[in-house]
């Protein structure tokens, strides 16, 4: 059995859409998969009550979810206490612009997808999140996983420019 499989048998995964046909493909899909427990919630007072009942390991969070949007409700899940604040979420956005992406982007989600969606590509999504996590930040302006995609690279040695640049510059100025 592969390492994505054991960690979707424990995922608890709370799907926030107010599409019901969307939330329904989902919720088959991981089903299908075998995801250990799924909840679906269409409105914004009801996913508040699904968190003060469950432990989720993941969540599906609309965009345009509830009165706010679903920036607003990723905000708030992650100044939650406790592990579900820390807990993947994957934002399904309608019609992805700009704005939008930056603004899921900075309200702390994990993965963006547009519709529309695939099980493919829900898959692809869900296993690399799942098999690689991004750290966890916590700063002044912003609580979520780690923005940058690549991990960044780190120089070991004297210096990082090189010695080389130093003999063109001086050979320049003569």
């Known amino acids: 059995m ?3 499989r054991l960690e979707f048998e424990r995922m608890r995964v709370l799907i926030a859409l107010s599409n019901p046909q969307l939330a329904e493909f989902i919720l088959h899909y991981l089903k299908d998969n075998r995801v250990g427990a799924v909840q679906l919630a269409q409105s914004t007072p009801v996913a508040l009550n699904r968190l003060k009942d469950g432990r989720f390991t993941h969540f599906f969070l609309d965009y345009e979810f509830g009165d706010r949007g679903g920036a607003d409700f990723a905000r708030f899940m992650r100044v939650m206490d406790g592990p579900m604040a820390e ?3 994957m934002m399904i956005i ?3 612009d700009r704005a939008k992406v930056f603004s899921a982007r900075d309200s702390g989600v994990n993965e963006i997808l547009g519709l ?4 493919k590509l829900l898959q692809t999504r869900l296993a690399h999140m799942t098999n690689n996590p991004k750290p966890f ?4 302006g912003y609580i979520g996983p780690c923005r940058r995609r690549d991990p960044a690279q780190i120089y070991h040695g004297d210096e990082r420019r090189g010695s080389g640049s130093r003999k063109v510059l001086a050979s320049n100025m003569a």
């Open 116 to 119: 529309p969606l695939t099980a």
């Open 137 to 140: 930040i916590r700063a002044p």
């Open 94 to 96: 309608p019609n992805p």
């Open 2 to 4: 592969s390492t994505a």
């Open 87 to 89: 807990a993947p979420i």
